[in-house]
């Protein structure tokens, strides 16, 4: 391999690793919570999110899946902003805060809000507030 494609090499790997920490910290995770979703260590992700290492293909669906973006944005094919309306940043600045278990209650809330949207039920609805 030349010099110049082991640098561009380099460099996107920084740049993969630049958009994973970014993902990693908007949605408030630490490198422990995601080293242990991976199965590897700590200093493992550090080394990914920083281009020192190599990552495979599984992990990168895996955290894929996790930061809720298509593997292409991590490998920028895709210009996906990670621009949120501000009540959605307001919601993963919160959830940043959480224990693991009530961000794990978090996402099954989601679910069941999702799940009763595909029923067709409206949340638009502006409904009293209880006591």
């Known amino acids: 391999m030349s010099r110049a494609s082991r640098s561009d090499e380099d460099a996107e790997r920084a740049k993969l690793g630049e958009r994973l920490r970014e993902a990693?910290?908007?949605?408030?995770?630490?490198?422990?919570?995601?080293?242990?979703?991976?199965?590897?260590?700590?200093?493992?992700?550090?080394?990914?999110?920083s281009g020192v290492r190599k990552i495979g293909a599984l992990e990168l669906r895996t955290l894929s899946r996790l930061y809720g973006h298509p593997v292409s944005y991590f490998l920028g094919d895709e210009a996906i902003a990670l621009e949120l309306s501000e009540d959605l940043a307001h919601l993963a600045r919160a959830a940043s805060e959480l224990s693991k278990g009530d961000k794990a209650e978090l996402v099954r809330?989601?679910?069941?809000?999702?799940?009763?949207?595909?029923?067709?039920?409206?949340?638009?609805?502006d409904r009293p507030e209880r006591d």
């Open 109 to 125: 809330f989601a679910d069941f809000l999702k799940a009763r949207a595909r029923a067709g039920e409206s949340d638009d609805v």
């Open 24 to 49: 990693r910290k908007y949605l408030g995770f630490t490198q422990e919570e995601i080293a242990g979703q991976l199965n590897i260590g700590r200093s493992a992700l550090s080394e990914i999110e």
